[in-house]
């Protein structure tokens, strides 16, 4: 059925399929949900490897109160996409390879249909044109040269201090 629903109930169907163990994402913004891409989500769906059986593709669209506020306003700019892709892959540790090819083949298939990332669901390297616009990047960028100035907090997707503020 399909209704209206509140943030929190659109977070708790996520638990059934939030086991522990291990899991790895993706997630592609969309600018429409073409049928070109729904074909291209199907064929990448069907290609889940054994061992990662609690994997799920959700299409969650995006609009509304989300788009009321400036893409400036705070660093996630991407307020005007229509949908956002999250596939979810929860796999045996035996099956770690397969599962990382499996959500390779889907990027392959997948990004170009993208019109931006979300720094959570990016595993590979960052490239944060996809994610900030320039004046977003330079206000992380000084943030962090306020609050972490020695880059102590440099892992997974690290934004680096801007080099003009940048201790010696």
Aim: aromatic share 10%; proline share 7%.
């Amino acid at each position: 059925m399909v209704r209206p629903m509140s943030y929190v109930e659109l977070q708790d169907q996520l638990d059934p399929v939030t086991a522990p163990g291990h899991w790895m994402e993706r997630g592609y913004m969309l600018a429409e949900q073409s049928d070109a891409f729904i074909r291209a989500a199907v064929d990448v769906y069907r290609k889940v490897p054994d061992g990662a059986t609690k994997t799920a593709l959700l299409i969650m669209p995006f609009g509304g109160a989300i788009a009321d506020i400036s893409g400036d306003a705070t660093c996630f700019g991407s307020r005007r996409i229509r949908y956002w892709v999250v596939i979810l892959a929860n796999f045996e540790p035996w099956a770690r390879q397969a599962t990382m090819e499996f959500l390779q083949e889907a990027d392959r298939q997948l990004k170009p249909f993208s019109v931006g990332r979300y720094a959570n669901t990016i595993e590979d390297a960052l490239d944060t044109s996809l994610i900030y616009s320039k004046s977003i990047m330079t206000r992380l960028e000084q943030l962090k040269s306020i609050w972490d100035p020695s880059n102590v907090f440099r892992y997974n997707h690290n934004i680096q201090p801007s080099v003009s503020s940048r201790p010696p």
